[in-house]
């Protein structure tokens, strides 16, 4: 691998707030990714227009991972060290055709005693590909393990949006029959919102939940494993567990000693999880009640440091000062990671070694990248390029707030798109379309079996990523980072490096074109052949139908066609040179 690094540092004095210094890099005639979620989730990043934000996790916008990290399709890397206040820009209004990198002393950011140092490394390779790898060597890191193997195969059943907080005993119970009653498979059920006495108090609602060991001992005879939603804050109408939690001082303070915030339940407070003490206190009441109702697992809530109240007056350990604000998001993951390998957390910061699930923040029940399901393929290929493989997609269909409706069509074609991705959560049901034909039911079952046929390609791409940082769902260009066809290309993504998905995304569309890039590939529909790269034009893709291609001779193609011998199927497209070689040393073998 071709390598080439320099480091750059620059100070300023924190006395003049007014003191920036800033980096500006020529956006050109290449493809950048890296960053971090937005709401639109753009790719690639130069399609962005005056995009401008503080590179710290924060609810607004859906910036919930963010990492100082770009590269681009020439092969350039950028990472911008712990330490410094950094500001980012691509295509701004007064800039346009650059990212410009801009460290400034003003909120989020708080003055630091000494100042700050703006430390960037950045690094020229061969292409894209190498500068991802390199990036992950030096500065990324990968994952030490992987997730639970349940719950990739099989659907995670969440009651969130089909009951928002009118959850109880009575509607847990339904919901697991109704799941029983259609013929799915489960890796568990997941109680949302609205279980606690209050919120923060880890205590159980009993006027919803009368036994909640009972309701989760059933449920589990019934094949179901039990996780619930739960989160960092501690609201002002929870008395007991707030004086007991500022009492020993867990709780984040501001600049002038106030512990008040606010969140979407309430007004509150939020636990200071750069405290030590406050870390165990947080695990030990959780583990408490774990062990009292029968609970498997953990689904993290929140964690962007916006939460806290600001400007945070945080408890630094000297060896990470650096990382403020951003270390109340690593700290919270961390903690949060110390739970089994069911835990599932949505923010992320510099956490790319964690073995758990890294949930996509909450997408709108519409077809757009605005946060609808154009974004599930772009949320995925950029959480995988900032080192983030191990992703669980939000909820098949969205979440239906506000005036959203999830139609059938969006609904399948949802459902469809996320296939090919770790795994699977459902919140809107199938059953509650077509109550007549049924047809949703069988296309969601149809498609539940399809990831769990592959789903050993899931773990073997999960297993790479450990090793050397391969990520799970590249983008297309993965195969070939010379190709500028594969480079634009956003609506489509890789499974390791053997299946392709390219799924329709959008509105009453039947059919699309798709761009192979290198490699002689397989039709998982047709079994036809095709050699790469080449675009198939029409591809027809009624509601029935998911697109989607192997390499052929690859674990996958052996999932898919156990009887194939890598050639004999018929070929539509053209017959080149590559084409016939493989097909005869196909027969030779």
């Known amino acids: 691998m071709f390598e080439y690094c320099v480091t750059v540092e620059s100070g300023f004095d924190v006395d003049d707030p007014g003191v920036s210094a800033a980096s500006e890099w020529d956006l050109g005639s290449a493809h950048w990714f890296g960053g971090g979620e937005e709401i639109p989730q753009k790719w690639p990043l130069e399609t962005y227009d005056n995009l401008t934000h503080s590179l710290v996790t924060q609810e607004a916008r859906n910036r919930g991972i963010q990492d100082p990290f770009w590269f681009n399709s020439d092969g350039l890397y950028i990472f911008v060290h712990p330490g410094a206040p950094l500001f980012v820009s691509i295509n701004p209004a007064d800039n346009k055709g650059k990212l410009v990198l801009t460290s400034r002393v003003t909120s989020p950011y708080r003055p630091r005693p000494g100042g700050f140092l703006t430390k960037i490394t950045s690094c020229k390779t061969a292409n894209a590909k190498e500068a991802f790898q390199l990036a992950v060597e030096n500065h990324l890191g990968k994952p030490t393990g992987y997730p639970d193997e349940l719950m990739i195969r099989y659907p995670v059943w969440s009651t969130w949006a089909q009951y928002k907080s009118f959850i109880s005993d009575v509607i847990v119970r339904e919901f697991a029959k109704e799941i029983k009653d259609h013929g799915f498979t489960n890796s568990q059920l997941e109680i949302d919102d609205a279980w606690e006495t209050c919120y923060g108090s880890k205590e159980v609602d009993k006027t919803r939940f009368p036994d909640m060991k009972k309701l989760t001992d059933d449920l589990k005879a019934e094949g179901f494993r039990v996780t619930i939603w739960t989160h960092p804050f501690i609201n002002e109408d929870c008395t007991e567990t707030l004086n007991e939690a500022n009492s020993q001082g867990f709780l984040v303070k501001d600049m002038n000693g106030s512990i008040k915030t606010k969140w979407w339940n309430g007004n509150g407070s939020i636990v200071d999880f750069t405290k030590k003490d406050a870390q165990t206190w947080f695990i030990n009441k959780h583990k408490a009640m774990m062990e009292a109702n029968g609970i498997d697992g953990f689904k993290f809530d929140a964690g962007e440091t916006s939460w806290n109240p600001q400007l945070p007056a945080l408890n630094i350990p000297s060896d990470r000062s650096e990382d403020y604000p951003n270390l109340a998001t690593q700290m919270y993951v961390e903690t949060c990671s110390t739970f089994n390998n069911l835990t599932e957390v949505r923010s992320a910061y510099r956490t790319q070694k964690l073995p758990i699930f890294v949930r996509m923040i909450d997408k709108d029940s519409r077809w757009g990248d605005d946060n609808g399901l154009k974004s599930l393929v772009t949320t995925l290929l950029q959480m995988n390029m900032v080192g983030y493989s191990m992703v669980l997609p939000d909820m098949i269909g969205g979440n239906q707030y506000g005036s959203d409706v999830a139609t059938k069509e969006l609904f399948v074609r949802w459902l469809q798109a996320n296939v090919f991705m770790p795994a699977l959560q459902y919140a809107l049901v199938p059953w509650n379309y077509d109550v007549e034909s049924n047809e949703t039911v069988q296309l969601s079952q149809k498609f539940n079996d399809l990831h769990a046929k592959f789903t050993p390609i899931v773990i073997k791409a999960m297993k790479k990523n450990i090793e050397d940082g391969s990520p799970v769902n590249p983008p297309i260009w993965w195969l070939d980072p010379t ?52 675009t198939i034009k029409d591809y027809e893709a009624p509601l029935s139908v998911l697109p989607y291609f192997v390499i052929v001779g690859s674990d996958a193609d052996k999932i898919l066609d156990p009887q194939s011998t890598g050639g004999a199927a018929s070929c539509t497209a053209p017959v080149t040179i590559p084409t016939v070689l493989f097909l005869l040393l196909s027969l030779l073998r």
């Open 483 to 534: 190709d500028e066809n594969a480079l634009k290309e956003s609506t489509e993504f890789l499974l390791g490096e053997e299946i392709l998905s390219a799924p329709i995304l959008e509105e009453n569309q039947g059919k699309r074109d798709i761009y192979l890039p290198k490699g002689s590939w397989k039709d998982g529909n047709t079994l036809k052949l095709y050699d790469g790269p080449m």
